[in-house]
């Protein structure tokens, strides 16, 4: 299989995983329609820099080292689990305010660490890493040069699809002005946050 071959592949193949349910879809949906375009595309720089993190420490083996350790592994996965439920609880709380005036200060870069936050505690991530990604490479060829890549193509096909969920979940903004909207899309998106914890906790245990 040629490298082009090889790369186009595994980009496909990451695009089908960020299709799937998972933390980063629900929060940024739940962004977009409560914050807008702008706090929307610093949540996604945060999510694509902590993928980015999370790929070059499953690239150098810390993934495997964690999944070995079971007390290691638990711990994240928990940890991750209870970011997406303090993060479905926060999301309600600030539609409780008004969308112009809610207290966050430095707001941008809040939801730029949130991103980041979640996806360094992403089991789903993670798992794809170390599970997935392995599958695409030569072993004939240096590792860590390989891993650099595609954890790069990984990042770039994620962050279409994050992007684009920003883009369709901001143009409902104004649909949601009104503070009984905006507050039931919150709930509804802090349903499913945390039903997409729940999910991660019973797919990854």
Do not use: C
């Not at 009104?178 to 039931?184: A, D, I, M, S, T």
């Amino acid at each position: 299989m040629g490298d082009t071959t090889t790369l186009l592949a595994f980009f496909l193949t990451s695009l089908a995983i960020e299709l799937t349910p998972g933390p980063n879809m629900a929060y940024l949906a739940l962004v977009g329609v409560s914050r807008g375009r702008g706090d929307g595309f610093m949540a996604v720089l945060g999510v694509a820099l902590g993928l980015a993190l999370l790929g070059g420490l499953v690239g150098v083996g810390v993934g495997s080292l964690i999944l070995e350790n079971r007390v290691v592994y638990e711990v994240l996965r928990w940890a991750g689990a209870a970011y997406l439920v303090w993060l479905a609880w926060d999301g309600w709380q600030e539609a409780q305010q008004d969308a112009e005036t809610a207290d966050l200060p430095d707001r941008p870069f809040t939801y730029f660490r949130r991103g980041f936050v979640t996806n360094l505690l992403n089991p789903k991530a993670a798992l794809f890493f170390v599970t997935v990604m392995p599958g695409f490479i030569d072993a004939s060829r240096p590792l860590v040069g390989q891993s650099t890549v595609l954890v790069a193509v990984y990042v770039v096909a994620a962050t279409i699809i994050h992007a684009a969920i920003v883009l369709l979940a901001s143009t409902l903004q104004p649909v949601f002005a009104r503070p009984n909207l905006r507050r039931g899309a919150a709930l509804v998106f802090a349903v499913a946050l945390v039903g997409v914890a729940i999910w991660l906790l019973l797919k990854t245990g």
